[in-house]
């Protein structure tokens, strides 16, 4: 039998083959275009009952995505079976399974930052407009996606956050209530009644609009400091970062307009200089003045 024989020979075995599973594409195909449908309808249902829900929606569609998927690869399984029929169930699941740790391996940041995703939109630590603190990245919550995270800085700035980092690392929620206390230092003189000092600032802070009426402000004494006695004033706010600010510029100049009304000095530091033996104090004699020569005088 010459090349030219064999080879046409060949392509009618193909040809056969192909008409022979033809009946067996066709329910493959059949079979891809019912799922597709079910994926279609699935993801609808899907999405209205999550919608009845208050489930966010960033979590929502992802969800829908794997419902979706999870549809498909059995769809997927199923026509290659059919079409295939040489090739059973487990061998296409283990080839899935080695394609996905395959995957896995090449894309691990990636699947990282999904899962972690995943588990924040679930959980839920921080909620969209939220100021967290993350790794010295303060600001609010604009976005959650399945990758990343972005938060605006209270300067502008956007920063993108991988979604792994939030799950790793502590996040302190500055909003999760709607208060927060803050503190400040006083000092007034060694010479002054302390008491009498720490009434005329509780009285200044406590008459602020600013400082909230249900919650105790505190006033300690402090330290001995180099100058001064002073006093650990705490009080609480809103939470926002922009509150803590306002308020802490109304603390301050209405404890340091009080404490001047009633008296009582606010010290800058002192030096005292000690010497070993007597310093003999001797008067600056004048300095005499330069006399002009006649000529530059006329």
């Known amino acids: 039998m010459d090349a030219e024989a064999i080879v046409e020979n060949r392509i009618y075995q193909i040809v056969a083959n192909f008409i022979a599973s033809l009946p067996q594409y066709g329910m493959a195909l059949v079979v891809l275009a019912v799922t597709w449908a079910l994926a279609r309808v699935a993801a609808r249902l899907f999405r209205r009952g999550l919608g009845r829900t208050r489930m966010r929606r960033s979590l929502a569609e992802v969800l ?15 026509a290659a079976v059919i079409a295939f029929p040489g090739i059973s169930p487990g061998q296409v699941v283990t080839a899935l399974g080695l394609g996905s740790i395959a995957i896995g ?16 939109l679930y959980r839920e630590p921080f909620r969209l407009g939220d100021f967290i603190d993350c790794n010295g990245i303060e600001g609010r919550v604009e976005e959650i996606t399945i990758r990343d995270t972005h938060i605006r800085q209270t300067d502008g700035v956007r920063v993108v956050v ?10 302190n929620v500055l909003t999760d ?17 302390v008491d009498e000092a720490r009434a005329v600032i509780r009285a200044a802070v ?20 180099d100058s001064s006695v002073d006093f650990e004033v705490t009080w609480w706010t809103g939470s926002k970062p922009v509150d803590i600010r ?29 010497f070993k033996e007597p310093v003999a104090l ?17």
């Open 105 to 120: 391996f090449a894309f691990k940041d990636i699947l990282e930052n999904f899962i972690a995703g995943v588990l924040i």
């Open 206 to 225: 406590e008459a602020l609009p600013s400082v909230r009426r249900d919650r105790e402000v505190q006033i300690f004494a402090k330290a001995f400091g």
């Open 246 to 274: 306002r308020s802490r510029d109304e603390v301050v100049a209405a404890v340091k307009r009080a404490l001047d009304e009633a008296g009582i000095e606010i010290p800058f530091p002192y030096r005292t200089l000690t």
């Open 177 to 193: 209530l709607d208060h927060r206390r803050t503190t400040i230092t006083c000092g007034v003189a060694y010479g002054e009644d």
């Open 162 to 171: 991988p979604n792994a980092m939030l799950y790793r690392e502590p996040v």
């Open 282 to 298: 001797r008067r600056a004699e004048p300095r005499p003045r330069a006399h002009r020569p006649p000529e530059a005088a006329e």
């Open 64 to 78: 829908e995505k794997l419902a979706s998927t999870v549809i498909w690869l059995g769809g997927l399984l199923i």
